[in-house]
């Protein structure tokens, strides 16, 4: 029997059977298209996940307290005042990879101008902290180091403060605030960052690092250090040389291990994108359940197919089929059910990704790999439980199935 | 005659089933040597074995034991595959029950048996079975769905089935069982057309007017031979088919 022969056969019998066939195939479109929908939008948030890490900057470096400090934000009570201002002089002298540096001291504050208020993040930095973070001036001006030196009460606020402080935009420079009752001048606003997985970039006031540590929280230690680089290749580079500087000349320092943890933004992606990584194959996982149920529908009407046609199959191994030719029959068959199955729950998935996106706001991205992935195991539930109803054919005696009523 | 080598030889063919205290003994020690040319009668009563002798002559079942020299080769030990080449290459068989497919074109029943010939291309398939089809008078129904045709048509596609691969014997289990008196003696025209042409038949039946078609009749009773005579003067069946539509004129 030629493939062609074979090919067709299926088609005739599945086509035979309309109704049967496409209820058969539903376990597989409904599991390869919930794979496909899953992959998709699991897919979708990693990316969506790896942009916003991205446009906080990928060349920036994290180094914070405590072993185990992973996402930089925690903060470590028993090691708090580990990360000294001369650490970050002590870095950009030695390392040669790094650009830029800057200690961050940060708090939470209350920020009142005349009778408006509003709490938000106040960070005390260097200059480079805004070239670190790509932060851009829209009105007025950055400080600088000599500002800072002489503890200048100045700041430079981001575009959400200054629309909640202020009615009039245009006066906003020069004017007076008041954090934690200390008063500040604002030299500068930022330009517009938008949101960062929901968190507005731009409640944010920036003043000069030692005014803030001395001034406002009246402590010795930073909280953070953040060194860049040039380009993001140097990174790796920048990152073993903070590494080897902390263990051989502070440790010494010190006299014991300092507690500290260096972590790249592109190592948080990697992170990221493991996390969504495993979430996504979980989701698929539960999915290809559906895809198993599929298989086993395949399986039931394979072996009703073969008892309604065993006369037939009598006949043909009669005129001489061999066994070998009947178990291709209908593994083909179940195969090719498999298969168009797959092809409709593709074609679904897809749908289903595009409904999730445009009516969820979940990014989703159909990648060719989960549409390979999910045909691929379509095709192999149409062998696996193709198989044993196959066999089932090729195995009957051709007098008794000739005898088959 | 009995010079030349048999194309079939039973030397003490037995076949039991279901072995054990309850055992059947469908045929005991059948000796036969069948030779070119004949067309055979096989009679006897129900359940004396008629069509189990016909399997295993046919390579659809094996004995028990004795041997079945098929054109001077043993093939009583052959494996399954071995012997569904057999069965494809040199039989045809013709059924009580026709047994085409079903919502299948007349064209594609016949092709059935070369699909399983890789040596036969798609075209020779096509021509052989359009030629089959055209020997017994089908060359009009060749697109006709099998369930569109007439019991005597159906049983006519299946002759065409059997004799598409151009057989050396036809096997045929009361091919006749399911048809008036006139399709039946249609049938017998056919066939003895092919034997004249050179084909071995071999044929199952009940019916002494049916017999009467053939060169030699051998009768079963209780799985054992009881009778083996030859036909001197078998009827001309289309004389006889002639005669039965002349008659229904009148
Ligand atoms: N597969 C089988 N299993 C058990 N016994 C069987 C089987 N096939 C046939 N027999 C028995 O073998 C004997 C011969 O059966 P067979 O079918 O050859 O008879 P037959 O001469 O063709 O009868 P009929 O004219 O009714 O078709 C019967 O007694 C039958 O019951
Ligand atoms: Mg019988």
Redesign the pocket.
């Known amino acids: 029997m030629k493939t062609i022969d074979l090919i067709k056969s299926a088609f005739r019998s599945i086509n035979r059977n309309r109704t049967r066939s496409l209820l058969t195939m539903l376990g597989i479109i409904i599991g390869v298209g919930s794979v496909i929908a899953m992959m998709a939008i699991g897919r979708g948030s990693e990316d969506s996940i790896k942009s916003e890490l991205g446009k906080l900057g990928t060349n920036m470096i994290i180094i914070s307290p405590g072993p185990d400090n992973r996402g930089g934000v925690r903060i470590d009570e028993a090691n708090i005042d580990i990360l000294k201002e001369k650490d970050a002089a002590a870095i950009i002298d030695n390392c040669p990879s790094v650009k830029y540096i800057t200690p961050v001291v940060q708090s939470r504050t209350q920020v009142v101008n005349g009778s408006s208020n509003t709490r938000t993040t106040v960070v005390g930095a260097y200059r480079d902290y805004f070239i670190i973070n790509n932060y851009n001036t829209m009105r007025g001006q950055l400080f600088d180091e000599t500002t800072g030196r002489s503890l200048q009460k100045v700041c430079v606020i981001g575009k959400t403060v200054a629309d909640e402080l202020f009615e009039n935009q245009d006066e906003v420079v020069g004017k007076i605030i008041r954090l934690d009752k200390i008063p500040f001048r604002i030299i500068g606003v930022l330009e517009e960052k938008g949101r960062t997985f929901g968190v507005d970039r731009d409640k944010i006031i920036v003043a000069p690092f030692q005014t803030i540590q001395k001034r406002m929280l009246g402590v010795t230690y930073a909280h953070q250090i953040l060194a860049s680089t040039d380009s993001e290749d140097q990174v790796e580079s920048a990152k073993n040389e903070i590494s080897n500087l902390f263990v051989n000349e502070l440790k010494k320092e010190s006299g014991g291990e300092p507690q500290f943890n260096i972590q790249t933004q592109k190592e948080l992606m990697e992170i990221m994108g493991s996390i969504t990584g495993v979430l996504t194959l979980l989701l698929a996982a539960i999915a290809s359940i559906s895809l198993l149920v599929g298989g086993i529908g395949i399986m039931n009407i394979m072996l009703v197919s073969v008892t309604e046609r065993t006369k037939e199959i009598g006949l043909r191994l009669a005129v001489g089929a061999p066994a070998r030719i009947i178990l291709l029959q209908f593994l083909i068959e179940s195969i090719v059910l498999s298969l168009i199955g797959g092809l409709i729950g593709v074609v679904l998935g897809y749908v289903m990704a595009e409904i999730a996106s445009d009516s969820l706001g979940i990014k989703s991205i159909v990648t060719l790999n989960s549409i390979i992935l999910a045909f691929g195991f379509s095709f192999f539930v149409g062998v696996v439980f193709g198989f044993f109803p196959a066999r089932k054919a090729a195995r009957l005696n051709p007098i ?1 199935a000739l005898r088959h009523e | 005659m009995n010079s030349q080598t048999p194309v079939i030889r039973a030397e003490g063919i037995t076949r039991i ?2 072995p054990g205290p309850n055992e ?1 003994r ?1 045929l005991s020690n059948i000796n036969l040597d069948i030779y070119s040319g004949e067309f055979v009668s096989l009679m ?1 009563s ?8 016909l399997n295993i002559l046919g390579c659809l079942d094996q004995p028990t034991s004795g041997r079945y020299m098929l054109d001077g080769e043993d093939v009583s030990q052959l494996s399954q595959s071995a012997l569904s080449t057999i069965r494809n290459r040199k039989f045809g068989f013709v059924f009580q029950s026709y047994n085409l497919l079903p919502k299948t074109t007349a064209l594609e029943n016949v092709e059935l048996p070369l699909m399983y010939n890789p040596e036969i291309s798609l075209k020779q398939r096509r021509e052989k079975a359009i030629t089959a089809l055209t020997k017994v008078g089908l060359k009009d129904r060749i697109m006709h769905k099998t369930n569109e045709l007439s019991g005597g048509q159906q049983q006519r596609v299946a002759i065409a089935r059997a004799l598409v691969n151009d057989p050396v014997v036809i096997f045929a289990d009361e091919p006749t069982g399911n048809l008036d008196t006139k399709t039946s003696y249609q049938v017998m025209e056919y066939f003895q057309e092919l034997n004249a042409s050179g084909k071995l038949l071999v044929m ?1 039946t ?1 019916e002494p007017d049916i017999v009467a078609f053939t060169n030699r009749k051998i009768t ?1 009773q209780d799985g054992k031979i009881l009778e083996d005579t030859p036909i001197s003067t078998p009827k001309n069946a289309k004389a006889c088919y002639q005669e039965l539509v002349s008659n229904e004129d009148h």
Do not use: C, D, M, P
């Not at chain 2, 129900?46 to 189990?52: L, Q």
């Open positions: 008794q | 089933f279901n059947v469908a006897g129900s359940g004396s074995g008629k069509s189990t002798l199952v009940h079963l």
